[in-house]
């Protein structure tokens, strides 16, 4: 089954770094742009990062200047380096496809924030 397998999140106090990693199964990953989503508790899913199939990203203001979005075409991963962390980062992150209809989600992974 192709699926989205995200990894990398944890516990970790406000100013500190985390690198999130996300493999896709499928052998057509290369061809679409990719994104990083998050939801925390109460809100809907968002958009944090995106990244065109041949590398160009894009961020959402919350995060510029924070968080790195990177991909590597030939490991089907995308990865998100997020540096200077907030409590207000606190939630489940997803990777997905951008700009279109959402692929099956993955189970994501918990980042949390906090002294």
């Known amino acids: 089954q192709v699926r989205f397998v995200e990894s990398g999140g944890g516990l970790v106090q406000p100013g500190g770094s985390l690198r999130l990693s996300c493999v896709h199964s499928?052998?057509?990953?290369?061809?679409?742009?990719m994104g990083w989503y998050r939801q925390a508790p109460g809100k809907e899913r968002e958009l944090v990062a995106g990244?065109?199939?041949?590398?160009?990203?894009n961020y959402a203001d919350s995060v510029k200047g924070r968080f790195t979005i990177s991909r590597d075409n030939a490991l089907n991963t995308v990865y998100l380096q997020m540096n200077s962390l907030k409590p207000e980062d606190t939630a489940v992150y997803y990777c997905?496809?951008?700009?279109?209809?959402?692929?099956?989600w993955g189970q994501g992974t918990q980042v949390t924030v906090s002294s």
């Open positions: 990244i065109t199939s041949g590398g160009s990203p």
């Open positions: 499928g052998s057509i990953f290369k061809i679409f742009a």
């Open positions: 997905n496809v951008e700009g279109r209809t959402p692929w099956s």
